[in-house]
């Protein structure tokens, strides 16, 4: 595998994903074992009280763990599973997941995940994850 | 309380939720203990291979479980926590997460949530959730 | 592989198991795709309210999550990840794990487990689990 | 209330827990927002292979994480949910379960913990739990 895992590869590939490119999502650190992924909120993003919506939040989770699982295993993983934990409301302008791998092996990667959102000048923890990224094996799983 | 879950109380709910709205879900069954949430697969919930993104996934777990436990414990709930396992990808038409209380007390219920893929013919299970959904308390938490 | 789930090779795993020994545990089922694992509560199973220590259901689960998955995988595999959700205390003379396959694949096996305590005729859910089961490698992954 | 999270206090919750004193569990640090749970591993201990049965580390990863809790909500806390990761066979002399407490309001607080394996002069991370502790309302939740 010749991938390196930086801002510009990263950042292509978070492009080919039409779901992040619809929800705004912004790579803002990709390097061994570690992967950044923000976004702003806007009212489309919200639930009923003008809260980020819990799917935003998992979301933003689920992918960060993928790219920081990617980011030692290669460009061709999955997640396997993720836990979020929602620790209080998300109301604010940002939201930012930083991924951290725990662990890997040749197959897979255990990573967790903060989410903070900022507030004016605040930054507050606003979830935490974690997860299983497994690499794809060839063939690629049947649909 | 005087909710009583029903689809055009719970379509109420669900139509107040900008996100939710945009990502076009809707809900097919509401009663005590159960929900059904489903949504058309359209490109921009795809992710690089063109099944659906894990956060759409995601999404729908987080917010099936939310209104299974809404339906026992009433609409002013949040969901805690919940783990999702991924167990094919989501290639289809159409994605039903349908929702299911294991048990509730007065301020909480843990709820587990299967997502089936419809495609042609067919119907595959392709996630699993399980979580904690809790009655908000008053004042509402603090943002 | 020539294994075949039935009881007399289920508990002759476990059997093979010291921790398993010490705690009681006694296989009641296993068959592909299911397990069934029980115990008799005594007072070494306890925390200091008179129930069953949730590290004890926590065994439950993970063992029977276990068993389910090596009865479709084969001997040779081992718990990934779980997640349990307590439902209420288990107080009782009795806990009785099963543990259903939801999603295998050459590799994993994704599984549920509801733990039920028994008191008197009655037959209670305590806990829920879900979890990974993972086929072990050659060469065993290092210590 | 009047409790304060010390060596001393958490010790005494600790022996009144039957099954924490047969697994042989020692309090190493308690103090609000952390705790500390170690255990010798001993063959009883082990699953087939002359590892730490899973079910070992779960338990130690309830209690840190039902230890933690409490020292920020008092000691009338149950574990409501945790999950955990298993990252490496737990092969060694001693387990040592590090929990630290990310967020808590008036009734709950989520934590995290990690476990690591003591082996000769090596110490190694073989699992990542995550989970909620909850405060015990009165009345007691029924059995």
Redesign the interface.
């Known amino acids: 595998m010749d991938f390196t895992p930086n801002l510009a590869s990263g950042s292509a590939?978070l492009a080919?994903?039409?779901?992040?490119a619809?929800?705004g999502a912004e790579l803002e650190g990709f390097e061994p074992g570690r992967a950044v992924l923000a976004l702003n909120l806007r009212?489309?993003?919200?639930?009923?009280?003008g809260?980020a919506?819990?799917?935003?939040l998992?979301?933003?989770?689920?992918?960060a763990l993928?790219f920081a699982g990617g980011s030692v295993l290669g460009p061709a993983v999955?997640?396997?599973?993720?836990?979020?934990?929602?620790?209080?409301?998300a109301?604010?302008e940002r939201l930012v997941a930083e991924a951290t791998v725990?662990?890997s092996?040749r197959?897979?990667a255990?990573v967790?995940c903060d989410i903070h959102v900022l507030?004016g000048g605040s930054r507050k923890?606003c979830a935490?994850a974690?997860g299983?990224i497994?690499l794809l094996?060839q063939p690629?799983?049947?649909?």
Request: with cysteine; glycine share 6%.
């Open positions: 590939v080919a994903q039409p779901f992040s619809w929800i009212p489309e993003l919200h639930q009923q009280h809260f919506h819990g799917g935003v998992c979301y933003l989770a689920d992918n993928t999955v997640t396997s599973e993720l836990k979020v934990n929602y620790l209080r409301p109301q604010g725990l662990s092996g197959s897979q255990v967790r507030e923890l935490a974690q299983t497994t094996t690629a799983p049947q649909a």
